[in-house]
């Protein structure tokens, strides 16, 4: 005979931050009611544990952009600085939070820092 069978999936996240469980609450909502593969794997990150958030570097954000440097980069964790890099270049950055020296040089080469929530104001809409 088998026990009781619990789910294993996360549903939500044992963050103490409001912010935090505000932007789970509005995830949760935009991938339940669009069909968007985005907003289930933004919501899937959000919810996951803090050790499988790690920190990205400016570094590994330019390295992993490319030649593609217009695009928005969307990252479900920190934005590091990172010292060794020399020249910045512009980049939009939407991240669950910055350090402090990483957003001022984001700023710096011009480009923008925006949160999880902003980027879905800025998302166009499908009409």
Avoid: W
Wanted: aromatic content about 4%; charged content about 30%; overall charge positive.
């Amino acid at each position: 005979m088998k026990g009781k069978i619990v789910n294993k999936h996360k549903k939500d996240t044992k963050s103490k931050n409001l912010y935090h469980h505000l932007l789970v609450k509005l995830y949760k909502f935009l991938s339940r009611r669009t069909d968007s593969k985005f907003c289930k794997t933004v919501l899937r990150r959000l919810v996951s544990s803090r050790v499988n958030r790690p920190p990205l570097s400016l570094t590994k954000l330019v390295k992993h952009l490319g030649e593609k440097q217009d695009r928005t980069v969307v990252v479900v964790s920190t934005v590091t600085d990172d010292e060794r890099m020399m020249e910045v270049p512009k980049l939009t950055v939407a991240a669950l939070r910055f350090t402090e020296a990483a957003r001022a040089r984001i700023t710096k080469a011009g480009g923008k820092c925006m949160t999880l929530d902003e980027l879905i104001m800025q998302a166009p809409t499908g009409k």
